[in-house]
């Protein structure tokens, strides 16, 4: 799609927006369900296209792909009805005799700029969101996973006019182009880095965001965690994707207690994740080089290697275990994303070091806790904020709909899933209705002001300050 075509189909849809906020929401609903049936339709070219583009396994498409798309349109079924209706809302003294209520509105037209590493789940989820809040959409997957960009395109076009959704596909320059329209609102999930210079293009519009970005997601392994578990379950986050998950684990406190023991039970944990060859490839070259960078530079400062990695293939690797030290906290593999199978581990004794340090590093998406202490796992979620918290499990927060999903911080802004994407498309706009016969007591406040309104208000403020 051409700059033109993109000018013109913004200006299009800005022209059906308009038309949908007065459109039933059954008409929405239909295309929902006209696009869960497209998702069966297309399974088996979907799970083809991830495989083309980067080797993900079918059951990992099945699982992290598809799977979501279905449960976020089951929720918009089941619940859309009863999220639209007015909401009642209570009145203040003053406004007696009134009703006040809150409307859900679409926000009008929105754009939608997909990651690449899970490229169809991360473009649809959203759209259901944005196209039954009411709204039109616009989709700007990415250039690296061009398989999926091209079957995005083929079932929006399927399911939805253009004028309501519609896929574009390119490069940086799309997206540039994209950025420039005054859309009212642009969700967008991708690295920090970019987040802030979409934030930035926003800006010059007033455009709102939503910005599911990632981070440092820590790990803490306590004295009293079910090691077994929690090795397998670790290394199973830190190999869905291959790592290449905003979600994913990034670094493992353990307690020296337990280390060891923590350590063998990891290695038994790879041992079998590796007698079979069942991941993605890491997504380009690029990336990979940049994770081979990482392990030789940790090398070079006194990082050891618990555990190597395998190569199988063209940007193939195994989760690689690693053993830092506070000395080792100013490499680049502890001050980055690792976004990959590389796994650091580090040693701990008192909750406080890991706090200072957890909090030193900006707000993450996601703090993981393996512990059976329920006063420590109190105290360390209220010791530090994150986007989202796993309790004796990681990755699985996001699989719940009815949970938010989203960062604070640097790691996000704005929520969504099921109730939460629903309001973050729509505007909560506040409907205030007197009736006639109230306007001879509010006039008892319209200046000139005199000394019996004074004494009224001085009573309410007194009644008010009884109660409670």
Known sequence: MNEINIEETFQKQKRRAQ????VSIFNRLEYLKKLKKCLTKYE??????HLEDFRK??????????LPVHEEINLFLKHLRCWSRPKKVSNSLLLFGSKSFVLSEPKGCVLIIAPWNYPFMLSLVPLVG???????????????TPKVSQLLCRIVQEVFPPEMAT??????????????????????TGSTAIGKIIMEAAAKNLVPVTLELGGKSPVIVDSSADLAS????????KSINNGQTCVSPDYVYVHTQVWDRFIQECEKALAILQKEHHRPQIITEKHFQRLLHLLKQAESEGVKILVKGQMQGPRDLSPVLLEVTKNNFSTELMQSEIFGPLLPMIKYEQNEEIIDHINSQGKPLALYIYSSDRQNIQHLIQSISS?????????LQVANHHLPFGGIGNSGIGKYHGWYSFLEFSHQRGVLQTPGWAH???????PPYKKNSEKLVSRMIRLLQRVG
């Open 57 to 66: 396994p079918a059951n990992e498409t099945l699982l992290t792909e598809i």
């Open 130 to 144: 944005a196209i039954g809040s009411g709204n039109t959409v616009c989709v700007k997957p990415s250039e690296l």
């Open 167 to 188: 896929v574009v596909e390119g490069g940086v320059e799309v997206s540039q182009k994209l950025l420039s329209l005054p859309y009212d609102h642009i969700f967008f």
């Open 387 to 395: 986007g989202g918290v796993g309790i004796n499990n990681n990755i």
């Open 44 to 49: 088996n070219e979907i799970i083809q296209a």
């Open 19 to 22: 038309v949908l906020r007065s």
């Open 230 to 237: 929690a090795a397998e379950k670790i290394i199973w986050g």
């Open 440 to 446: 001879s007591i509010f006039r008892k406040f319209f």
